[in-house]
């Protein structure tokens, strides 16, 4: 079985920083773009930060400058980096894979659109 695992959360006040991580247990192979994801209350889940098996990277605007997302394919991790934390970024964090493959028995197999539990992620003012 494959399971996304985040952790990190956390009560900071603002201008504090945090670091996320999000571990891909299992007999993984190889993960296509990994991502974070944050949904506040009331809202609906929206896209943070993405990565690329090569490293690419893209974030939303109200990120751009102050997070910074990162993998470590060997450890089948992502990491997002907060820094300049503001009470907006209050959230419960998920941490998503697009695509992996993984060994069950002999065979690979594909997974798709896979979510971690989520990690609270609370700003003070």
């Known amino acids: 079985q494959v399971q996304l695992v985040e952790s990190g959360g956390g009560l900071v006040q603002a201008g504090g920083s945090l670091r996320l991580s999000c571990a891909a247990s299992?007999?993984?192979?190889?993960?296509?773009?990994m991502g974070w994801y944050r949904q506040a209350p009331g809202k609906q889940r929206e896209l943070v930060a993405t990565?690329?098996?090569?490293?690419?990277?893209n974030y939303t605007d109200s990120a751009k400058g102050r997070f910074t997302i990162s993998r470590d394919n060997a450890k089948h991790t992502v990491y997002l980096y907060m820094n300049s934390l503001k009470p907006e970024d209050t959230g419960v964090y998920y941490c998503?894979?697009?695509?992996?493959?993984?060994?069950?028995?002999?065979?690979?197999?594909?997974?798709?659109?896979?979510w971690g539990q989520g990690t609270q992620v609370t700003v003070s003012s």
């Open positions: 998503n894979v697009d695509h992996l493959l993984y060994y069950s028995g002999d065979y690979l197999r594909h997974k798709y659109d896979c």
């Open positions: 299992g007999s993984i192979f190889s993960i296509n773009a």
């Open positions: 990565i690329t098996g090569g490293g690419t990277t």
